[in-house]
């Protein structure tokens, strides 16, 4: 289980922590804000755009030989960023990092689909939400380290030199412990699906993360008008594919269950409010509050904790209360946030901030591991991958809508005063509280097929 669970901690780390030396990254290379934007536009467009064609590429030629496939692409690509001397190195850099995750993330949930079940398989995705969440938090945590304690002027590039040995280790590990595991399927893949889902991911995850950087708003409007034209086609050719007994690349039975739906549904509103979360609190730490990367970082490991702690207890509750435990989290994220906000309202110090953080963990760790091993628990074991990918698309899917529209309230007041910049990070804790609301809606709504 380590073997596959350091990949995803590798993955959300290295995130986390490009997003915390962004600023530094600008300031070497004397980019404007649309250049910045791009430059993680890119990482992110490359990576969701090719999550489900991974998760099909595992189901067809082998999760293990993708996911190790994935990691020697992502050490080159870490070193090739930390190498980059101008904007032009990473634009090309970055994104094919994006393309190195997307062949990692989704064989991780696609290889604990296919060796656990019952209680372990709830235990083993517990542990992978642990390993993301932390990842993240570390992730900033360790931006802001290499930033402060910089002893040999590697700056920025520091975090992606990390990055390498860390994966190198990952691959030995992985080759030795995960087993040759290959699908029997051994089909065709379905090229012309391949290409609607880029084209489709592609169309979603644009305009939402680079947006007026480089086109305009027109421009943005008509990409996010064509979604639902080429997503119908894209259903349209995975039902022919499938009423003539043929390979699909997303293939349709997954989907005929409701409480599947319900559940996707909800994977993207609790994602859509974890990336969103993590991006506006550092935003009212430094901005607002004055605090460096680093402690920065020292903050959200308050919500590492407790998310450990949760997810620790997770696996116990879910077996207990089943789809209530994702209520009670949800419900202990929407109290965490409430607390956030009138932290901020009430002028309340970083301690009491930490406290507010650190309960939202706990909610966090509670949702995440029940929720996506409920939605993989009936999975036939050779559609594990495409699921995963769904899943993982999502996830990408989510945290770059949370990211475009949650803050979007506070951006609004970052240059006005005080009081207008209360008001307006206490508007987009709002949001996030709705979000876990949502979470919480869609869990009653779910009923058993």
């Known amino acids: 289980m380590v073997a596959v669970l350091a990949g995803i ?32 536009a890119g990482f992110l467009i490359a ?46 850099a970055r994104p094919l990092h994006g393309v190195a995750a997307a062949f990692i993330q989704p064989q ?74 290959l699908t029997a399927q051994a089909r065709a893949l379905d090229w012309t ?4 889902s880029i084209v489709l991911l592609t169309l979603i995850t644009a305009p939402l993360t680079i947006g007026k950087s480089m086109w305009s708003l027109g421009t943005s409007a008509a990409m996010l008008a064509a979604v639902p034209l080429v997503g119908y086609l894209f259903y349209r050719h995975q039902r022919a594919l499938d009423e003539a007994g043929r390979s699909q690349m997303l293939p349709i039975r997954l989907l005929v269950r409701r409480s599947t739906r319900v559940d996707l549904l909800a994977v993207f509103a609790f994602f859509c409010g974890l990336a969103s979360f993590h991006v506006l609190q550092s935003l009212y730490l430094q901005r607002i509050q004055g605090a460096s990367a680093l402690q920065s970082g020292m903050v959200f490991s308050s919500m590492a904790l407790g998310f450990m702690l949760a997810s620790a207890a997770a696996p116990a509750l879910a077996k207990r209360l089943r789809s209530r435990a994702i209520l009670l989290g949800a419900i202990v994220i929407a109290a965490g946030h409430a607390w956030n906000l009138l932290a901020a309202r009430w002028e309340l110090d970083l301690a009491a901030l930490a406290a507010a953080i650190f309960t939202a963990g706990i909610g966090l ?51 006005r005063g005080a009081a207008e910049r209360v008001a307006g990070y206490s508007a987009s804790m709002a949001v996030l509280i709705c ?4 979470v919480a809606g869609l869990t009653l709504l779910r009923r058993r097929d």
């Open 9 to 40: 901690f590798l993955v959300q780390a290295d995130l986390f922590a490009s997003i915390v030396v962004m600023p530094a990254i600008q300031l070497e290379l004397g980019l404007d804000g649309g250049s910045l934007q791009f430059l993680l």
């Open 47 to 92: 990576n969701a755009s090719l999550l489900i064609t991974s998760g099909r590429l595992g189901d067809l030629f082998g999760a293990r030989r993708m996911y190790l496939i994935g990691l020697v692409l992502f050490c080159l690509t870490s070193r090739g960023a930390a190498c980059a001397t101008d904007l032009a190195w990473l634009v090309v």
């Open 108 to 181: 991780v949930l696609g290889i604990l689909a296919r060796t656990y079940q019952g209680q372990a398989s709830r235990k083993a995705f517990a542990a992978c939400a642990v390993s993301m969440g932390l990842g993240s938090v570390e992730g900033q945590l360790m931006g802001g380290l290499v930033l402060a304690g910089d002893g040999v002027s590697l700056g920025w590039r520091g975090v992606f030199l990390c990055m390498a040995p860390v994966g190198l280790a990952c691959i030995a590990i992985g080759w030795i412990a995960i087993p040759q595991r």
């Open 193 to 196: 699906g391949v290409a609607f």
């Open 365 to 415: 760790g509670l949702v995440m591991g029940p929720l996506i091993s409920r939605v993989v628990a009936r999975v036939p074991l050779l559609d594990a991958g495409a699921l995963s990918g769904v899943m993982a698309t999502l996830q990408a899917a989510g945290n770059a809508v949370g990211v475009a529209f949650v803050p979007l309230p506070f951006f609004a007041a970052m240059d």
């Open 435 to 438: 979000l876990a609301v949502v």
